[in-house]
């Protein structure tokens, strides 16, 4: 069975750094690629990018491309999101999805809601 | 920026067809997927490559795409399909690493 399992919800203070995961099971994790959407509160789906992680080839969103890195580690199948430096408008749900070659987004994790208050 | 542009909401009665539209300037080339998402649950695959359904999806979703409009049509809608629904596509670039978008999403009322 495929599953994605993604890390624990976060509270945080501006500033902070974080990165959340995503842990592959019950497929070959090297040869699908695993994209990242954002859900702010009461507000719909954004596309942030993708990663391949058989070599790591990523692509961003523009509207991400320099404020979060998505990276994996396909010895262990897990992909991470991560932010060096996070503020208020970060503050929303996470999912992490397989991309399948026809079937799009096949597979979601149960998401990581990030909360970023001072 | 590439776009898709889906009306905000619908509203049918139940065992009414109700149709979603998604419409975007890449779409006659370009496949149309569609996800339902429910209050506080991950969203869930209910067609890609314009019509096709993923197993255990019912058979009342349908799917079609013409010129630049994808829709979603629920024939006989039940009060459990009462969710937001988003259609999601890719720009020209083509492949996985192509721009991909999420429409705006379409919150189906069922009462």
């Known amino acids: 069975e495929v599953q994605l399992v993604q890390s624990g919800a976060e509270v945080k203070k501006p500033g902070d750094s974080l990165r959340i995961s995503c842990e592959g099971s019950?497929?070959?994790?090297?040869?699908?690629?695993i994209a990242w959407v954002r859900q702010m509160p009461g507000k719909g789906l954004e596309w942030m990018g993708i990663?391949?992680?058989?070599?790591?080839?990523?692509k961003y969103s523009p509207s991400f491309q320099g404020q979060v890195t998505i990276s994996a580690d396909k010895s262990i199948s897990t992909a991470y999101l991560q932010w060096t430096s996070l503020k208020a408008s970060d503050t929303a749900m996470y999912y992490c999805?397989?991309?399948?070659?026809?079937?799009?987004?096949?597979?979601w994790g149960q998401g990581t809601l990030v909360t970023v208050s001072s | 920026s590439y776009e898709l542009t889906q009306p905000p909401s619908v509203s049918v009665s139940p065992g009414q067809t109700a149709r979603i539209t998604c419409s975007g300037d890449?779409?006659?080339?370009?496949?149309a997927y569609w996800y339902q998402q429910k209050s506080g649950q991950a969203p869930v695959l209910v067609l890609y490559?314009?019509?096709k359904r993923p197993s255990g999806i019912p058979e009342r979703f349908s799917g079609s795409s013409s010129g630049t409009m994808a829709t979603l049509t629920i024939s006989g809608a039940q009060v459990e399909d009462e969710a937001d629904y988003y259609c999601?596509?890719?720009?020209?670039?083509?492949?996985?690493?192509?721009?991909?978008?999420f429409g705006g999403g379409t919150k189906l009322t069922v009462l």
């Open positions: 999805a397989r991309a399948h070659p026809r079937m799009g987004l096949d597979y």
């Open positions: 019950g497929y070959n994790f090297t040869t699908y690629w």
């Open positions: 990663i391949y992680p058989g070599d790591s080839d990523t």
């Open positions: 890449a779409l006659p080339k370009k496949y």
């Open positions: 490559e314009d019509s």
């Open positions: 999601y596509s890719t720009d020209n670039s083509g492949n996985s690493r192509g721009n991909w978008v």
